[in-house]
């Protein structure tokens, strides 16, 4: 049974604004966190995975974290844009767009907003917190299914890597901390997970930095602290080695995708 005391969900950044331009490329958009969109007219284009998405007015686009695709704009239109972040107990993060038709609360909503939207209002946070609730429930089934195969050390160690407090662990740590010999560990953890911890880790602290770079003032230097890494050059290196991109290019494309 869920924890009714625990809300999975964080939103970082919402509103309903008139887009103009909004073409980009997947290096611009590509983000490591939740986006729902909901347009008020054609004019949207998704390109993911070799398809051309068009966006229709009225449906909720969900789009999960690290997805790669691009956008396209062919007529204006007005935007709901909520960004934000979920996590479930024993649920790995899955790629993809996906595509929920709005009920009828949500399309009076999207009439009233076009009239006048303010985000100083708590009301529209609620709203928007149960709109964005709703339609996460709506997601595939497969979703929401447990890993309940996955061994109970595993799940333990996926929890440690996935906390918002990041630190150093070393392989022989994280064996220790489950009470395993660390060639045990290492073999079990790659086997159920399908890589290193260390490389799992990795890309734990890169998202955690990228969420840094484009939603807090904090300095380069202190997010590669924060994600442990050993000072910003080393920082630097291994961001652009996942992403393709440096940290400073990131947080100004982020900002301008905003």
Known sequence: MPDLNYSPMRIHQYGFARVSDWCYREDEITSAFWRAWINTAEGGVLHYNNRTVKMEPGVIYLIAPETSFSTEQTAPFSQLYIHFSMKFPNHEPQDGIFDVPAWPEVLRLLNEWQKHFSRSDI??????????????SKLPEKYFEKAESMDKRVLATLKT???????????????????????????????????SPQRYYRSKRIERAK???????????????????????????IFREITGTSPKRYRNMHKKAE
């Open 123 to 136: 009301r529209t946070f609620l709203s928007v917190a149960g709109l964005l609730h709703t339609a996460v």
């Open 211 to 237: 969420f840094l770079l484009a939603y807090s003032d904090s300095s380069i230097e202190s997010i590669a602290t924060d994600t442990g890494f050993v000072d910003r050059y080393h920082f630097s290196r």
């Open 161 to 195: 890597l996935s906390s918002t407090t990041l630190g150093h662990y070393t392989n022989k740590q994280l064996a220790k901390r489950v009470k395993m010999s660390e060639s045990a560990f290492l073999h079990l953890f790659t086997g159920q997970v399908g890589v």
